[in-house]
């Protein structure tokens, strides 16, 4: 009787590890077919990874005394930069390739910390930026709401009250939504100021949120600043509001 034993055979070769790892740590990306562009990675960063970006940016100050915005300009910092490659080497259909083959994919970065129940301004973002935006969530989940861009979408003065065609998005800790195409031009997203979300019949409490919005200047536009400037983002107040 032979005695060989093919461990490759039992336990898998390291590359066939290396293709499991690869497969576990790339997610399934949510498309919406009534908004081309809108793509949605549940859980795309893992524990670890949302752990380190939070603690960076808390340790950075970016949110102290009342600020609750930061911008980054120009070459993004190490405990960002990461993103770049993991997102073309993970997801390579995120983006068109026109986007994806750029060098480099993002050279601006939008911080913001929103305290339990507050929102963003429904909004386009400003046409100054490239096509291709990518937001990352961290800490609490909220709803985040596309409604059919008004024209002067770009002005973050009037909240959009139109609800017809919205689309509620729920964003949990670790997601990753990208924004491309009539996604990015056609329609706007905001953040309801709400104390608690609804999605499904659920109801889901909100708390303190961290969010880092990755975007690339339109080339010959002027790079306000190569450091971070910090600022307070006008916010509603779920409470005030009710
Ligand atoms: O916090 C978010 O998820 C979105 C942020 C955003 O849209 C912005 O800063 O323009």
């Given at each position: 009787m032979s005695h060989n034993i093919d461990w490759e055979d039992l336990f898998g070769s390291d590359d066939e590890d290396e293709a499991v790892e690869q497969d576990e740590n790339t997610k399934q990306i949510i498309t919406f077919d009534a908004i081309p562009g809108l793509k949605l990675i549940k859980q795309a960063l893992s524990h670890q990874e949302q752990m380190s970006l939070t603690h960076a940016l808390i340790d950075r100050n970016y949110?102290?005394?009342?600020?609750?915005q930061a911008m980054l300009f120009g070459e993004l910092p190490n405990f960002i930069k990461w993103i770049e490659p993991w997102i073309v080497e993970?997801?390579?259909?995120?983006?068109?390739q026109d986007i994806l083959n750029r060098q480099p994919l993002f050279d601006q970065a939008i911080l913001n910390m929103y305290k339990k129940g507050e929102g963003i301004t429904s909004h386009v973002d400003l046409l100054r930026f490239e096509d291709g935006i990518l937001i990352i969530s961290l800490m609490s989940s909220c709803i985040m709401t596309m409604r059919p861009a008004r024209k002067d979408?770009?002005?973050?003065h009037a909240e959009n009250?139109?609800?017809?065609?919205k689309y509620d998005i729920l964003l949990c800790p670790g997601d990753v939504l990208a924004l491309s195409q009539e996604a990015r031009y056609d329609w706007e997203h905001g953040i309801p100021s709400q104390l608690v979300d609804e999605m499904d019949g659920q109801k889901i409490e909100r708390g303190t949120r961290i969010s880092v919005t990755l975007r690339r200047l339109k080339?010959?536009?002027?790079?306000?600043?190569t450091t971070a400037t910090t600022s307070k983002r006008s916010v509603h107040d779920a409470q005030a509001d009710s």
């Open positions: 949110f102290t005394g009342n600020a609750n993970n997801y390579p259909d995120l983006f068109g979408a770009t002005s973050y009250t139109d609800d017809n065609n080339h010959g536009e002027e790079i306000q600043s």
